[in-house]
């Protein structure tokens, strides 16, 4: 028996990009309005005390329903461990964890169902696959990161155990930039409704956002985004980089446009000599006076903090009158209605903290140095 086959039916039969890593393997599942979302982990090691509570912590800063840039969706996101896990220790076979939907509204979407909404994934997801689910945008809709954040939650403990901690913040807001702040302002971000550790910086923030919410608009983001504890050696020359990895891991966030490490594009506007992160001696130990290479030289890790900034554009749906094409190749006007985010980036911190914490992960289990 012969299969005879079109490029295109291949393509449908071997879809891939639902599954991140290679020795600590997450491959999330599920829609925006589906029954649920959630995710598989495999290559998690025997023996690391875990519970749901745990993952829970980690999905409560960026469930919807929170803040005046959050969406009016209510999502609880109450997470639930399914295997991989006996007597509050992992077992070293796949983690499955789930969260079902409690509040969708698809009928929101069947007015739009049969249009292309402008910046969304409609028009490109029908032509790659000549069908979509357009509740909320299906698999391209930013709640299947839900399933990211519980993943990297698991990962995130792991590198606890070898002192590595991530926390990511705001940075940049509809323009206005934190600029006056301290560690400790970072570490207590997730007690702040905009994730700004900036006071002044949050005040301006919030007029911009009430402003949008007036106009029917939306306001883009900057996620900075550190990784303090980390060994030198982690990465791979040439097409395995650890910040060609880590740049890979962002951009696959919904809404993302833009990453830059260290420095990143205002290196471009430096010289080499201001540039350099020169290095000393001091107690028999070497290290650099500036991280203008944001830890990484080389595609592999120096021993400073990662530092990566990840840029949100303007959440797509908002409710003002745009021109659209429907699928019979049609001009419309529509006014897209619905539950969304005013400024998506504000939910992003976790997002991005959990992807740096899954790249980090599997560059510390591929390091035949490290044990994990």
């Known amino acids: 028996m012969t299969l005879d086959l079109t490029f295109r039916e291949l393509d449908l039969i071997f879809m891939s990009g639902n599954t991140f890593g290679k020795l600590f393997a997450v491959t999330t599942f599920g829609e925006s309005h589906g029954a649920a979302i959630g995710c598989i982990v495999d290559g998690c090691p025997a023996g690391l005390l875990l519970n749901e509570g745990e993952v829970q912590k980690e999905l409560d800063k960026r469930k919807p329903g ?18 991989g896990i006996f007597e509050g220790k992992t077992t070293g076979t796949p983690i499955a964890m789930v969260i079902f939907n409690e509040d969708q509204k698809s009928r929101d979407y069947s007015n739009i ?34 399933a990211r954040v519980a993943a990297g939650a698991i990962a995130k403990k792991l590198l606890e155990k070898k002192g590595v901690t991530i926390r990511a913040y705001v940075k940049e807001l509809g323009g206005v930039e934190a600029q006056k702040f301290s560690e400790k302002d970072i570490e207590k971000v997730y007690e702040t ?52 990895q880590i740049a890979g891991a962002m951009m696959g966030i919904p809404a993302v446009k833009g990453v830059e490490i260290g420095a990143g594009f205002e290196a471009a506007k430096s010289s080499g000599s201001k540039n350099n992160d020169q290095m000393r001696i001091k107690n028999g130990k070497e290290y650099f006076l500036t991280n203008n290479s ?27 009158e745009q021109l659209v094409v429907t699928e019979d190749l049609k001009e419309r006007k529509v006014i897209v209605v619905g539950r969304h985010d005013v400024c ?29």
């Open 193 to 244: 409704e905009l994730r700004i550790p900036d006071k002044e910086a949050t005040k301006k923030a919030e007029k911009k956002i009430k402003k949008a919410l007036i106009a029917h608009d939306s306001l883009g983001a900057v996620i900075e985004v550190i990784a303090k504890g980390i060994p030198a050696g982690l990465g791979e020359p040439v097409f395995e980089k650890l910040d060609a």
């Open 344 to 372: 998506v980036g504000v939910r992003g911190t976790i997002i991005a903290e959990s992807m740096l914490a899954l790249v980090l992960i599997n560059a510390l289990m591929e390091n035949v140095n490290a044990k994990i």
């Open 66 to 83: 929170q803040g005046i840039a959050g969406t009016k969706r209510t999502e609880e996101d109450k997470v639930q461990i399914l295997s």
């Open 113 to 146: 169902k049969d249009i292309f909404r402008p910046n969304h994934a409609d028009y490109t997801y029908f032509k790659k696959y000549g069908f979509r689910d357009y509740r909320g945008g299906g698999r391209a809709s930013a709640r299947e990161t839900a």
């Open 294 to 320: 944001g830890g990484i030289l080389g595609g592999v890790s120096n021993g400073n903090n990662i530092i990566v900034r990840v840029a949100f554009k303007p959440t797509s749906s908002i409710s003002q």
